[in-house]
Nanobody
Framework: QVELTESGGGSVQAGGSLRLSCAASGYILSSNTNCMGWFRQAPGKGREGVATIYSGSGDTSYADSVKGRFTISRDNAKNTVYLQMNSLKPEDTAMYYC?????????????????????WGQGTQVTVSS
């Protein structure tokens, strides 16, 4: 049974940084070629893709709103995926979710569509104050 557990959320001021972690259990990151991603959902809004990583090659994709500020990475030895968030803005405030089991699009990139992922964590709250 695949389980994803997020941690690292919190409250920061604008311009600050946070690092989210997603610990996976029930499968081995390094032996499974699939897409993993970070998504977020603000109150009253839909769930949006933030960043994705292909576990095989490590190829990454980012939403335009976070490019240059967020970095997704993986540590196969720890079976963990990270999201380093720098230069945080109030509009980054949301519940952040880790997801796995996603598919690659025809271009080879991992999908940013949340319905394309099979497994989800419970989420971790990120609040950025101005």
């Amino acid at each position: 049974q695949v389980e994803l557990t997020e941690s690292g959320g919190g409250s920061v001021q604008a311009g600050g940084s946070l690092r989210l972690s997603c610990a996976a259990s029930g499968y081995i990151l390094s032996s499974n070629t699939n897409c993993m991603g970070w998504f977020r959902q603000a109150p009253g809004k839909g769930r949006e893709g933030v960043a994705t990583i292909y576990s095989g090659s490590g190829d990454t994709s980012y939403a335009d709103s976070v490019k240059g500020r967020f970095t997704i990475s993986r540590d196969n030895a720890k079976n963990t995926v990270y999201l380093q968030m720098n230069s945080l803005k109030p509009e980054d405030t949301a519940m952040y979710y880790c997801a796995s089991g996603g598919f690659r699009t025809s271009s080879g990139a991992c999908t940013m569509w949340h319905f394309g992922y099979n497994y989800w964590g419970q989420g971790t709250q990120v609040t950025v104050s101005s």
